[in-house]
């Protein structure tokens, strides 16, 4: 028999103010909030589990689909709490099977994320930021500047709302994350280790799965590494010396080169794990084979991988990718002298899949 207090309809607990993001939080802090919402109603102690369930095991986007709960009940919880579902303004699918989405979110910026497969693995790239404020000179995203934060939410409902697009797609999970969309993930640090937290401990990724990219930001590579868990660090890199990375990356003026890599060093020795250096290769720029013996000097000792890029045009920048006897050379010569590296295959270009390059076509349509 269904008891007075699930089978009558729930107050609102929360008149006046806006709903509580369940992904907002720790994922411990999400069952402590359910919890003293179902004692507050009289429900029994096990409908906490079975909600925490619903939004982690089932990745729920709304209450109407947990459907083992009595309906005043599902009413009440959307009342009292939030699920941050994404809305899809665009997916883009690409002959290689790169998908792209362009998310509009709740006050209609636009954000993306990106699903890579390949015959051994998925990969989700999330982002952390509405645009980006760094402005390296090679990216998309830098073009149109920086809209705001995303919330820690936001990222993990990218997580969400893409794996479950994977599910009903490929009937594969998601199963490689990475912070390599649209923003710098440290200069949103905040929001970041929020999402760390419900994508390891709540939807029960491994850390060793995720990994975070940073164009050098060496409060957040600090902090980081003081974290706990075996998340991947990747730095971008792009070229071997001071001059050239000033003027490509603005952010090696604030935090240069011997600043980055002491702090890497301490990340490497910390968390054991090796660190992945990705270096956009750019016809002329940064591609000569000079160029290559000081980077192999500049990361020899430590337990590196270099992600070598071909450059992914994009409007406004008049460069090419290097030519393919280029990007060979360059990679003989890292490896000729110990360090690990490969070519990384472009994928989803037919799709603009370059990070932000998308929504900056949504944008800029003429461009």
Not at 53 to 79: G, H, S
Not at 194 to 216: E, K, N, W
């Amino acid at each position: 028999m269904t008891s007075h207090a699930e089978s009558d309809p729930f107050p609102q607990a929360s008149t006046g103010r806006r709903p509580i993001e369940l992904l907002g939080g720790p994922p411990e802090e999400t069952l402590i909030r359910i919890g003293a919402f179902m004692e507050a109603r009289a429900a029994p102690p096990y409908r906490t589990e079975q909600v925490r369930a619903w939004v982690f095991d089932r990745r729920i986007r709304t209450f109407e689909e947990a459907t083992n709960l009595p309906k005043e009940l599902r009413a009440a919880l959307d009342r009292e709490f939030s699920l941050t579902p994404l809305e899809p303004a665009h997916v883009a699918r690409s002959r290689d099977g790169t998908v792209k989405h362009l998310w509009r979110l709740a006050d209609d910026e636009q954000i993306e994320s990106v699903l890579i497969p390949t015959s051994d693995r998925l990969t989700l790239c999330l982002s952390s930021q509405a645009g980006c404020a760094l402005g390296c000179t090679f990216c998309a995203t830098g073009h149109f500047g920086f809209r705001r934060q995303l919330s820690g939410a936001e990222i993990s409902a990218q997580f969400r709302d893409a794996s479950r697009f994977a599910e009903s797609e490929w009937q594969r999970p998601v199963d490689r994350i990475v912070y390599m969309g649209m923003g710098e993930p440290l200069a949103n640090l905040e929001a970041v280790q929020v999402s760390l937290d419900v994508l390891h401990r709540g939807f029960g990724v491994g850390a060793r799965r995720i990994t975070i990219s940073t164009v050098g930001l060496v409060p957040g590579i600090l902090t980081l590494a003081s974290r706990p868990e075996q998340f991947g660090l990747a730095v971008s890199l792009h070229a071997p010396d001071h001059e050239l990375r000033a003027s490509l990356m603005p952010i090696e003026r604030r935090h240069p080169l011997p600043e980055l890599l002491e702090a890497i060093r301490e990340y490497a020795s910390l968390r054991g794990r090796r660190i992945t250096f990705e270096y956009t290769l750019i016809q002329d720029v940064n591609d000569r084979p000079g160029q290559a013996r000081r980077l192999a000097g500049l990361v020899r000792g430590l337990p590196a991988f270099v992600n070598l890029i071909p450059f992914n045009p994009i409007p406004f920048v008049d460069w090419r990718p290097s030519s393919a006897e280029r990007m060979a050379a360059f990679a003989r010569t890292l490896q000729e002298r110990g360090v690990q590296a490969a070519l990384r295959t472009p994928r989803g270009r037919d799709i603009a899949a370059a990070c932000g390059q998308l929504r900056l076509e949504a944008r800029e349509p003429a461009a």
